[in-house]
C-alpha cells in the first residue's frame, strides 16, 4: 500500500520561501507510469493543482501558471521523496498542502494516493 | 483552464435516500471526469474517474454518468460515512487539472 507522509513548517513569513516534502512508501519516486503531484486546498481558491513531477529516463516537471514564477519541485532518490519550494509567499498562499500520486493502476492526472495534508500559514 | 460548476453547493438528504449530484465543465472533457469524497480534516478520497470507473475498494452505490460536458455522480442509498463534500476533478488532455468547488451531502 502506498502512503505519502508530508513534513515542513506550519508557519512561513511573508516573502520567505515555504518548502515541503512528501515521503513515499509502497513505491518510488523514480517509478515508471506514475505523477508525483502538490495540491492546495483554501476557502478562497479550493482546491487547486500546482504542478507535477515525474521520472521518464529523466526529471520532468509542470507548474501550475498561477505560481510557476515561484515554484520549484525536486525528488530524492535516496530519500525517496519529493519537494516543494514556493519562492515569495503571501498571505494569499495560506492553504492546506497535499501530495498526492497520479497512476500507474489510474490515469496519471487522477490521484488515488494522498498525503495527509499540511496547513500553512503565511504571516508575520 | 477548464472551470467546473458543481451543484447544488449543498444537498440535504435523508439516510438510506438518493443523492444526485451535478458537475458542469465549461468545455468539453469528454470522459475525463474524477470525483473524490472529502471529510473533515482528511485527504480527498478518490471515488470515480473517467465519468463511471470506480476505484479500488469504492462501493458499488458510487456510481458515474455523463460525458462532454455534463456529469453526474449518483449515491443509491446513503450511508452514514456518506455525508461529505464531493468534488470533480477534470484529468484528460493536458493541465491544468482543475476542480469543482465541491457539493456538501448534508443530513436531513
Known amino acids: 500500500q502506498v502512503q505519502l507522509d508530508q513534513s515542513g513548517p506550519r508557519l512561513v513569513k511573508p516573502s520567505e520561501t515555504l518548502s515541503l516534502t512528501c515521503a513515499i512508501s509502497?513505491?518510488?519516486?523514480?517509478?515508471?507510469?506514475?505523477?508525483w503531484n502538490w495540491i492546495r486546498q483554501s476557502p478562497s481558491r479550493g482546491l487547486e493543482w500546482l504542478g507535477w513531477?515525474?521520472?521518464?529516463?529523466?526529471?520532468?516537471?509542470d507548474y501550475a501558471v498561477s505560481v510557476r514564477s515561484r515554484i520549484i519541485f525536486d525528488a530524492d532518490t535516496i530519500k525517496n521523496q519529493f519537494s516543494l519550494h514556493l519562492k515569495s509567499v503571501t498571505p494569499g498562499d495560506t492553504a492546506v498542502y497535499f501530495c498526492?500520486?497520479?497512476?500507474?493502476?489510474?490515469?496519471?492526472?487522477?490521484?488515488?494516493?494522498w498525503g495527509q495534508g499540511i496547513l500553512v500559514t503565511v504571516s508575520s | 483552464e477548464i472551470v467546473l460548476t458543481q451543484s447544488p453547493g449543498t444537498l440535504s438528504v435523508s439516510p438510506g435516500e438518493r443523492a444526485t449530484l451535478s458537475c458542469r465543465a465549461s468545455?468539453?472533457?469528454?470522459?475525463?471526469i474524477a470525483w473524490y469524497q472529502q471529510k473533515p480534516g482528511q485527504a480527498p478520497r478518490l471515488l470515480i474517474y473517467?465519468?463511471?470507473s470506480r476505484a479500488t475498494g469504492i462501493p458499488d452505490r458510487f456510481s458515474g454518468s455523463g460525458s462532454g460536458t455534463d456529469f453526474t455522480l449518483t449515491i443509491r442509498r446513503l450511508e452514514p460515512e456518506d455525508f461529505a463534500v464531493y468534488f470533480c476533478?477534470?484529468?484528460?488532455?493536458?493541465?491544468?487539472?482543475?476542480f469543482g468547488r465541491g457539493t456538501k451531502v448534508e443530513v436531513k
Open positions: 498526492a500520486r497520479g497512476g500507474p493502476n489510474t490515469p496519471v492526472s487522477v490521484f488515488q494516493f
Open positions: 509502497g513505491d518510488n519516486v523514480s517509478s515508471d507510469g506514475v505523477t
Open positions: 513531477t515525474y521520472y521518464r529516463s529523466k526529471w520532468y516537471s
Open positions: 468545455e468539453s472533457v469528454s470522459t475525463f
Open positions: 473517467g465519468a463511471y
Open positions: 476533478q477534470q484529468h484528460g488532455g493536458s493541465p491544468p487539472w482543475t
